[in-house]
């Protein structure tokens, strides 16, 4: 049973993982690398590493992707959109493609090493996670909120900046031909 979920996990993962390479909408590419990023966390759940998916989730969908999006608004997205998409090597990338997923499939499903990680009689002991977590959530629960506090001030400044209303765009446009 859990093999099935590690191979669904998997495929999810790289499909996922395609889908940032392939979408022509930047928005849409950050969605699907969170989406990929929450499916490792989720492997590393199953492989029996809860506190590494923590740390996967925190890491990389909450700092990494806040990043992403930031540089996503500060580019004007609206012209990359609009230019064509290129067909050149295209043929080539979906053979890459169909023999790297043939490979991972073949060494999924005739590995030792992956039935001797899923076996049921492992019992993972939680102690160091929770004395982690109490000391991270008591001792240490004004630097982890203020980190977070940092962080939303940022995506609202970026939010801010990004904007870009008739007036401020009069405004650069006139200052812009004063100084021409």
């Known amino acids: 049973m859990e093999?099935?979920?590690f191979i669904l996990l998997a495929f999810v993962a790289t499909a996922s993982g395609l889908?940032?390479?392939?979408a022509r909408n930047p928005i849409h590419?950050?969605?699907?690398l969170a989406s990929c990023f929450v499916q490792i966390a989720?492997?590393?759940v199953l492989l029996g590493s809860p506190f590494l998916a923590v740390i996967q989730i925190f890491v990389y969908v909450g700092a990494i992707m806040v990043l992403f999006l930031f540089v996503t608004m500060m580019l004007d997205i609206r012209k990359e959109t609009r230019s064509r998409f290129h067909l050149k090597g295209i043929v080539a990338?979906?053979?890459?493609?169909l023999a790297l997923a043939t490979e991972m499939f073949y060494l999924l499903s005739h590995s030792s090493r992956l039935y001797a990680v899923m076996a049921p009689e492992r019992v993972i002991s939680d102690q160091p996670i929770k004395d982690l977590s109490l000391t991270l959530f008591a001792d240490f629960l004004l630097p982890f909120e203020?980190?977070?506090v940092i962080l939303l001030v940022a995506l609202i400044g970026a939010v801010v900046l990004a904007r870009?209303?008739?007036s401020?765009?009069?405004k650069l446009d006139s200052q812009s031909e004063a100084s021409s």
């Open 164 to 166: 870009t209303d008739g």
């Open 3 to 5: 093999q099935n979920f």
């Open 19 to 22: 889908l940032v390479v392939i």
């Open 146 to 148: 203020m980190a977070s």
């Open 168 to 170: 401020r765009q009069q």
């Open 93 to 97: 990338t979906i053979i890459a493609l």
């Open 29 to 32: 590419s950050a969605m699907a």
């Open 42 to 44: 989720a492997l590393y």
